[in-house]
């Protein structure tokens, strides 16, 4: 069975009145390549007439943000055209790629009524060939999405890019990268092999699983090593798990701000661009 390197506790990164965790990057933990970023926001309940999710206007080039809605809604927009409104099971998949200007704030429903919140947004890199690619937005909603379950039914995969026990993900991506939700009912069982090729992913949403004969809590990830292809995943309770793989790009990253690149040059260069208006105008 894969061995596990080591377990990350998410670090706890309030956001105003958002309730933020973040396990990657911390001290501990820069990234698990292509991996490079996560935010679990949440759970909280908002009151009404909120003031809802606070990310205004923000660029950003290099990388991908892919954003799993579990409760709650996000309503995007951004400098190329592009806006919706994704409830709750939806997911968003963004590539900045050269570079774009993008707006993730709560739907004027939601603050106005307020409710359950919890969302979780996670940078994907991308690769030096395609870190000038022309950026793009899909937004679905959990309808959308596909869903595949386990030999005895008790554990239910939301496939949102790769493919994943046997059935297609929403999402097409430039690279490999393979990611899907996974809801386990309690004593629950599944069993993968991932290629040693492949970096996982493996983050505990909720709940309480066991991997390898590893206890694996809620708010922690497992960073694995690649010496054998074989996972054994177990529920003690209900849990969630952020799951994913793919292959590292072993390249050079170099990420300041909202900005992932290979080198410092080309960081600035992108404060440039953004400054002199190249990655589109913001308006109301």
Not at 75 to 100: C, P, R
Not at 181 to 195: H, Q, R, S, V
């Amino acid at each position: 069975m894969r061995s596990i390197k080591k377990i990350h506790q998410a670090e706890w990164r309030p956001i105003g009145d958002l309730v933020t965790y973040s396990p990657i990057p911390t001290a501990s933990l820069q990234m698990i390549d292509p991996f490079i970023f996560l935010n679990h926001h949440g759970p909280q309940v908002y009151p009404e007439n909120n003031n809802g999710l606070p990310f205004g206007p923000h660029p950003h080039r290099g990388m991908e943000t892919v954003t799993f809605i579990l409760d709650g809604d996000i309503a995007h927009k951004d400098s190329g055209g592009h806006s919706s409104v994704i409830e709750s099971g939806g997911v968003q998949w963004m590539t900045a790629g050269s570079g774009l200007i993008h707006a993730e704030v709560s739907s004027e429903e939601f603050k106005k009524k307020g409710g359950d919140l919890e969302i979780l947004q996670l940078w994907v890199n991308l690769p030096a060939k395609h870190k000038m690619a022309e950026p793009k937005y899909i937004g679905l909603q959990k309808d959308a999405i596909p869903v595949a379950f386990s030999e005895d039914k008790k554990v239910k995969a939301q496939i949102v890019s790769g493919e994943f026990l046997g059935v297609k993900g929403a999402f097409e991506t430039f690279t490999d990268i393979n990611l899907s939700t996974l809801f386990f009912e309690a004593d629950a069982n599944l069993e993968l092999e991932i290629p040693v090729t492949k970096n996982i992913f493996f983050y505990v949403i909720k709940g309480n699983l066991e991997v390898n004969g590893t206890e694996i809590k809620e708010r922690h990830l497992a960073e694995f090593k690649n010496d054998d292809p074989k996972l054994q995943i177990s529920a003690k309770e209900e849990s969630i798990l952020l799951f994913g793989f793919a292959t590292p790009f072993e390249e050079p990253v170099v990420a300041r701000g909202p900005f992932v690149m290979n080198s410092m040059q080309e960081i600035e260069e992108a404060y440039q661009d953004f400054q002199a208006g190249k990655m589109g105008r913001w308006t109301e």
